[in-house]
């Protein structure tokens, strides 16, 4: 094996200076001077000798340990995110404790708007409906859907923000990702979502879908706490997001 | 039968996933295209003799995310928590305060035998978990390596493709005035780290890598008849292709290696003609008088797609890797010329030549979707990352002042200049480095 | 070796014809034909005859060519047919057309268009009594520009056959 003749080999911090140097160095050569032949040594590829090892993700759930080495526990792959167990997932409840860390008046100020609300006789619809929706909800789903219609574009105006979508992958159109969502009542998630039956069957195969998942669920994340109406908590704690692709612009 | 499973598969899946209890639905159909911001902390050395390379790493692989265009690396000074050790989870919290959705956490550790080891982590801020972990032996002087090595896993774990940052550019190195220019075959990085020549000041063009990026074949003028030329970087060593007596020119290798389509001009006439590296027998392809030329294998090396102007103007034909078979695939407006077929098999890129313009675009094999991917006064000859997702090419700048090696996304994003030192121009891509 | 032959003199006598010829009127939308071959001015006593000087300035050493095409202009045919005539007189010199392309077209299509231009030139040669074995020809491209304007008559003037001689001259 033969080492590329670079300045690397120098001090790192040289290694900079060097890089720099050897670049102009390059171009005043190229433009000055073509009587002097400017040899660098032939180059060849370089084999690197590499030992790759996959590490636990063990610390993830032992954030004490100190020091552990990760080599000597290498279990199998670690599953993979788009359809994470829940019990590793939960098993950090420090985690949960993260979102209230940050002050987050929002869910109640939904509330106190709703005090000096004007239209009260459209609040007083609102908060009756949840109720009607309840006892509906026994008989058919179609009813329901009507009346989350709203919610429903609630929720697309705000994640649409949050979802960077996959580019460029050969086939766009097979790329759509099915999650479940679940909320806290003050837009928070509430434990993570949890990736549709065959979404997931499609991500342990597709190496695109399964970055698809991930941009689903990072969009799911960052776009968390939802501002939705605290009152109608029962019909959003939990709902069924498509991020389907197909008409964007690749 | 298949159908009939795989709708069975779905039903039970719709029950499943839609419990009762959640009825609310919601299809989101737009989105809104962002680099991933994502913090990649200066790798942690325990040993105070190792911090220069952990910061160096983390530089590079910073600096490689950053240019694929899908990354947002996040400034260091903006974080406000230190990683000290890689095997605690980090505080995620802290993270996502300075709105990182990933996190890259690593460790340098010189090694009793002289190797260095390099440890990272890659964690789902949002998700608080832990998306990939890799460890790496090797000379410390192949730490930039490494640092490649590293980007091209962090790429593939949130992108779903193989990353392309353990690669060479081979290239032409100009310089010169316009009329008087100086032409030479170069290699670097894809980062443009590391170039060296490879030649001296006699006319080369239109290098190629083979698979293995071991071997480049090129047309070079050195004898005044211009013949490609084979060169190998293990021993340094150039070798006329063939012994044709007249020009040869536009080698490309087969995805095996053990062949290479090239031009072969015979009084004046060029046709396609394909060489086999392992008996040195050549085959005519092509039999047409008009200009049959830069010929590209489809990456399951069963077709060809080549440009000729066979109808009348410069155009793109796809043939059998047996030479049968040939039809047009562009029927589109202006000239279409060197086209190259992507490794990932989906799209073939070429040169585009429209209203006064020349661009870099892409269509599906059967001719359709074509997409323009940049548009310049001489944008030309491009060649393809081995992942398929991103191209480099020539731009020429208009009035003779020199030519720039640029890259753009498949998906027309990210334009920008390659650094290269001094002008360049025709860059091949090499496959991931083995 | 010598790969390109095309003095300063010519070169800036042909571009000074070009400015003349082109360059006060507006750029038509057709691309201008290359209209006119080299002059052949009065021989000069410094040169020595069957030199590669003599072939360049006696003889005219150069033709052009239409955008995109490759086949001898009738404007061009009285230098061809005095290079076939010099080539007559001294019959020990062999020579190598050298076909050009502008820049407006991509790397390999110019080279192989550039092979084009050159065996016009040689087929017109042996046409006119040349052995064909005493003409090699060559491709540049779009490699070799004489002129590095990105304007009509700089690549009328880039689009070119000329005629180098490769071995047997006089010196």
Redesign the interface.
């Known amino acids: 094996m033969r080492?590329?003749?670079?300045a690397?080999?120098a001090?790192?911090?040289l290694?900079v200076v060097a890089?720099v140097a050897?670049?102009v160095g390059?171009?005043v050569a190229?433009?000055v001077s073509?009587s002097k032949?400017?040899?660098?040594?032939?180059?060849?590829?370089?084999?690197?000798?590499?030992?790759?090892?996959?590490?636990?993700?063990k610390?993830?759930i032992a954030?004490?340990?100190?020091?552990?080495k990760?080599?000597e526990n290498t279990p199998p792959p670690?599953p993979r995110?788009v359809a994470?167990p829940p019990t590793?997932?939960a098993a950090?409840p420090k985690?949960e404790l993260?979102p209230d860390?940050?002050p987050q008046p929002k869910p109640e100020k939904p509330k106190e708007a709703e005090k000096f609300d004007i239209n009260d006789i459209q609040k007083l619809l609102a908060k009756k409906t949840p109720a009607k929706t309840a006892t509906r909800?026994v008989q058919g789903?179609g009813a329901?859907?009507a009346m989350?219609a709203d919610?429903?574009s609630i929720?697309?105006s705000e994640?649409?923000?949050?979802?960077?979508?996959?580019?460029?992958?050969?086939h766009p159109e097979r790329l759509i990702v099915?999650y479940?969502v679940f909320l806290n009542r003050d837009g928070t998630v509430a434990q993570?979502p949890q990736l549709?039956?065959?979404s997931a069957?499609a991500a342990s195969s597709?190496?695109?879908?399964?970055?698809?998942a991930?941009a689903a669920?990072?969009?799911i994340?960052?776009c968390?706490p939802y501002r939705l109406p605290p009152d109608r908590y029962a019909?959003?704690r939990?709902?069924?997001?498509?991020?389907?692709?197909?008409?964007?612009e690749? | 039968m298949r159908k009939f499973a795989s709708v069975l598969i779905a039903l039970a899946a719709m029950a499943l996933s839609q419990p009762a209890s959640a009825a609310l639905q919601v299809d989101v159909n737009q989105g809104n295209i962002q680099p991933l911001p994502i913090a990649i902390p200066d790798f942690v050395a325990p040993a105070a003799a190792d911090a220069a390379a952990g910061q160096n790493i983390a530089k590079v692989v910073r600096a490689d995310l950053e240019r694929s265009g899908l990354f947002k690396p996040l400034d260091p000074k903006s974080y406000i928590d230190q990683i000290s050790n890689i095997n605690v989870a980090p505080n995620f919290q802290n993270w996502r305060v300075i709105t990182a959705q990933g996190l890259v956490t690593g460790q340098v550790a010189m090694q009793p035998d002289g190797r260095l080891r390099v440890d990272f982590r890659l964690w789902d801020v949002y998700g608080e978990s832990q998306m990939l972990g890799l460890q790496y032996f090797t000379q410390p002087t192949n730490w930039r390596r490494i640092a490649h090595m590293v980007s091209d896993a962090i790429y593939q774990r949130i992108t779903g493709e193989k990353g392309y940052f353990d690669t060479r550019i081979v290239f032409i190195a100009e310089a010169g005035p316009p009329l008087k220019r100086v032409k030479r075959l170069a290699i670097m990085d894809e980062d443009g780290a590391n170039p060296s020549f490879l030649t001296n000041s006699y006319l080369v063009l239109t290098p190629r890598f083979n698979p293995t990026a071991q071997m480049i074949a090129y047309m070079s003028y050195i004898t005044g008849k211009p013949r490609v030329t084979l060169f190998d970087l293990e021993t340094g060593r150039s070798e006329k292709l063939g012994d044709f007596p007249t020009m040869t020119f536009s080698p490309r290798f087969s995805p095996d290696g053990n062949l290479v389509a090239m031009t072969l001009e015979t009084a004046g006439n060029s046709d396609v003609y394909v060489m086999d590296l392992r008996t040195r027998k050549s085959t005519r392809l092509t039999y047409d008088p008009a200009i049959d030329t830069a010929p590209s294998f489809s990456p399951d090396g069963k077709q060809i797609v080549f440009e000729s102007d066979r109808g009348g103007s410069q155009q793109l034909y796809v043939m059998n890797a047996d030479g049968s078979n040939q039809h047009r695939i562009s029927f589109g407006e202006g000239k279409n010329g060197t086209p190259v077929w992507s490794p990932r098999g989906d799209l073939i890129a070429f040169t585009k030549q429209a209203g006064g313009q020349f661009g870099i675009a892409v269509m599906h094999p059967d001719g359709s979707g074509e997409r323009i991917l940049s548009n310049g006064w001489e944008d030309e000859g491009p060649t393809w990352a081995p992942n398929g997702r991103v191209l480099m090419f020539t731009r020429t700048i208009r009035g003779g002042r020199g030519s720039q090696i640029w890259s753009v996304d498949v998906t027309g994003r990210n334009l920008r200049r390659v650094a290269t030192p001094g002008d360049a121009s025709d860059p091949a891509w090499s496959p991931l480095i083995q | 070796m010598k790969k390109f032959a095309v003095g300063p003199k010519l070169a800036a006598a042909v571009l000074a014809l070009f400015v003349v010829g082109c360059a006060k009127e507006p750029p038509p939308p057709p691309p201008a034909p290359a209209p006119v071959a080299a002059p052949a001015p009065a021989p000069t006593s410094q040169i020595i005859p069957g030199s590669a000087e003599d072939l360049r300035v006696n003889v005219g050493d150069t033709v052009h060519f239409e955008y995109n095409q490759y086949s001898v202009l009738d404007a061009d045919k009285a230098t061809l047919q005095r290079q076939a005539a010099w080539l007559a007189k001294y019959p020990g010199i062999k020579v190598t057309v050298e076909g050009n392309a502008d820049e407006r077209g991509t790397r390999e299509y110019n080279i192989a268009l550039g092979a084009k231009r050159a065996n016009a030139v040689k087929e017109y040669l042996v046409s006119l009594g040349v052995s064909s074995a005493r003409i090699d020809t060559v491709s540049y491209g779009k490699e070799k520009p004489i002129c590095s304007e990105s304007t009509e008559s700089c690549w009328a003037q880039n689009r070119r056959g000329v005629t180098v001689i490769a071995s047997g001259a006089n010196s």
């Open positions: 080492n590329r003749p670079t690397e080999r001090a790192p911090r290694g890089s050897l670049h390059l171009a190229l433009f073509f032949k400017i040899d660098l040594p032939v180059d060849s590829t370089p084999i690197v000798p590499v030992d790759l090892v996959s590490i636990s993700d610390t993830n954030p004490q340990a100190i020091e552990q990760p080599v670690t995110d994470p590793p997932e950090p985690f993260a860390v940050k909800s789903v329901q859907t989350t919610l429903a929720l697309m994640i649409y923000h949050c979802w960077s979508p996959p580019t460029g992958s050969p099915k479940e993570p549709a039956p065959e069957s597709d190496p695109y879908m399964a970055a698809a991930g669920r990072r969009a994340y960052t968390s019909q959003w939990n709902f069924i997001v498509n991020f389907d692709p197909r008409q964007l690749q």
